[in-house]
């Protein structure tokens, strides 16, 4: 876990014991003053608080499970994509197949580097890998423009072409899902506050009952502060730290074209 997310989970926690604590204070205040025969529940307008928050949770966590699981799928047609691509070359013709036969493993040890932890921690190592494909998509597309006349009008050279369209194409998707797409930041905001507002009124009714436990209260924090790190961590994709797209079919991919010729 990244010091960044521990911080985050501890940021989380303070904010809902300060709300839950403020509530707590005033519940306790209003008591005193009002000197109740009989305080007030607030057991339904919680209950309603509550399930609302519990709603955005939900709602929130179905949005980055869902392209999490896009993104995990992108990664096994990525691997086919490239495997047929791989197949293809053949249409090429030599020299021009044995080249792109190599630079499509190149292309795939380059992919398979997102499997280091680092690429997942550090922006600029992600930049850099990215970088590095889409240099070798360039010399893919440079061999392939290269091959003589009599290929070109082939079948096979258009699937050839066909595939590695698709190939830079899931690149370009397994970009967009991974590195660009994010939960909105009004939608962060919303539950935050709806939070705040739910765990106030919570450590309101503690205070004016008389009720509640700094044990309880800081179980309550950590439970929901965890469940907000998850989202948070299924939203940054790439530099996730708790829960990645695992990139077995890629490797699968590397270990088969290395065991191949050329």
Do not use: C
Request: no cysteine; proline share 3%.
């Amino acid at each position: 876990m990244t010091a960044d997310f521990v911080l985050i989970y501890l940021l989380t926690i303070s904010v809902i014991l300060v709300a839950i604590g403020a509530g707590y204070y005033l519940g306790t205040f209003n008591l005193k003053r009002e000197k109740y025969s009989k305080p007030p529940s607030l057991g339904s307008v919680i209950g309603a608080m509550l399930g609302l928050l519990g709603f955005v949770l939900a709602l929130t966590f179905s949005m980055v499970s869902s392209r999490y699981d896009v993104r995990k799928a992108l990664v096994l047609e990525e691997a086919n994509a490239i495997g047929t691509a791989y197949l293809r070359t053949d249409f090429l013709g030599d020299p021009f197949n044995s080249q792109s036969k190599i630079l499509l493993k190149q292309y795939v040890d380059n992919k398979a580097s997102y499997n280091d932890k680092s690429s997942y921690s550090d922006q600029k190592i992600v930049s850099r890998v990215l970088l590095e494909g889409e240099k070798i998509q360039d010399q893919l597309w440079t061999v392939a423009l290269s091959a003589p006349a009599e290929f070109k009008n082939t079948e096979g050279y258009a699937l050839y072409i066909e595939s590695l369209n698709q190939v830079i194409d899931i690149h370009t998707l397994r970009i967009t899902q991974g590195l660009q797409y994010r939960l909105p930041k009004t939608v962060w905001l919303l539950l935050y506050v709806i939070t705040m507002l739910s765990m106030f009124a919570v450590g309101y009714e503690f205070g004016i009952n008389e009720s509640g436990s700094v044990l309880g209260s800081v179980l309550l924090a950590m439970m929901f502060a965890a469940v907000v790190m998850i989202i948070g961590d299924l939203d940054r994709s790439y530099r996730s730290s708790l829960v990645k797209v695992s990139q077995q079919p890629i490797l699968e991919l590397q270990k088969k074209l290395q065991n191949s010729m050329p």
